[in-house]
């Protein structure tokens, strides 16, 4: 029997995270990721997680954050803003969070399972460098990303972030990195206010950077299309040895904290549309990291898209675009973003 393509990490210890009453980012979110593994247990390979070592978290946090979080351990519950919430059991879990999604990126570009799925809680892409935000302790993706470049000679990586609030975190620590290529579709304006089409990283990592805000009330169109005209192309012109995903399920129509319509048909058709990009590029590496959702239907069925998309014995070619429409809202977003990024990304907004 071949063994499985597909590495997935979830455990009961995550569960330990435990929301104040009413809180949106509560463990019954991985109940709606389990719902969504059942058909397909089978065929994956469920391993668990361990914890990222302090030096591996110092690769993208201050030593002060650090400390402060380590402090929480076995205390009282409490607050470090107004969203982001810590129990006693929150250290040691967001160390298993990133724990998790170093081991996956670090198999994936080692030659090992090339595809993997990271359920992890708490979320992390609001995680600036020296401080814990939007629901976040530390920060998962970077996390992964910096300690796979220091171990294994620089791999370039994209990251792409659909989560509906733009990963602050996650730009800033790469935003001068020319060989972490971020992209980010969000709603806009909105939480945490950064990620502005003109945000395009700094210095060396100048163009490295892609934002794509969207307003209020885009759904599958515009979403499957900024990644079938933005993200593709510009996945293709970078040429990364891996896609890391900040995989948010809160663009979803029934999510309680955000004002977008997608259904599980576009989680579906955006799944696929990696997954043929990661084929086409580099070797099928593809790993996806639980962000936000809120909504555990929006989980459910987001995961489910993912999932599939994963375990397929290959992945779809890329299909061409429908043709842009005059005055569409998808038509205004892309020809925005070519006006930024196109003299780098030539076939930005092509089919």
């Not at 590495?7 to 995550?14: A, L, N, T």
């Not at 992890?120 to 935000?133: K, L």
């Not at 089409?197 to 299309?225: K, S, W, Y």
């Amino acid at each position: 029997m071949r063994e499985p393509s597909v590495q997935f990490v979830g455990d009961p210890r995550f569960l330990a995270h435990r929301a104040p009453p009413g809180h949106p980012e509560r463990p019954e979110r991985l109940d709606a990721v389990q719902s969504a593994l059942e058909p397909v247990r089978e065929r994956v390979a469920c391993r668990p997680p361990r914890a990222a070592t302090f030096d591996e978290l110092r690769s993208v946090h201050d030593e002060r954050l650090l400390r402060i979080l380590a402090a929480t351990r076995g205390g009282r519950d409490g607050q470090l803003d107004a969203d982001t919430y810590f129990v006693a059991e929150s250290y040691d879990t967001a160390c298993l969070a990133a724990g998790a999604s170093i081991d996956l990126v670090r198999d994936a570009l080692r030659g090992g399972t090339p595809r993997g799925f990271a359920a992890v809680r708490p979320p992390g892409h609001h995680a600036e460098a020296g401080r814990s935000m939007g629901f976040c302790l530390l920060n998962n993706v970077a996390i992964a990303v910096r300690t796979a470049q220091r171990e294994l000679g620089g791999p370039r990586i994209l990251v792409f972030d659909w989560d509906v609030h733009h990963g602050n975190g996650t730009q800033h620590v790469f935003e001068s990195d020319p060989d972490v290529f971020y992209v980010s579709t969000h709603q806009f304006p909105f939480y945490p206010g950064t990620g502005d089409h003109r945000e395009i990283g700094v210095g060396r990592g100048e163009g490295a950077t892609l934002n794509v805000p969207m307003p209020a009330g885009c759904g599958d169109a515009e979403f499957v299309g900024v990644v079938q005209r933005i993200v593709t192309p510009a996945a293709i012109a970078f040429r990364p040895d891996l896609i890391v995903v900040s995989c948010g399920f809160d663009a979803h129509h029934d999510d309680p904290l955000a004002s977008m319509e997608l259904r599980f048909e576009g989680y579906r058709a955006m799944a696929e549309q990696l997954r043929a990009l990661a084929d086409l590029l580099c070797g099928g590496r593809i790993v996806y990291v639980l962000e936000g959702g809120y909504s555990l239907l929006g989980v459910q069925e987001g995961t489910r898209a993912v999932l599939e998309s994963l375990v397929a014995a290959r992945g779809t070619a890329l299909p061409a675009a429908p043709p842009l429409e005059p005055g569409s809202m998808l038509r205004s977003l892309v020809e925005r973003t070519a006006r930024i990024h196109g003299v780098r990304i030539p076939d930005l907004g092509a089919a």
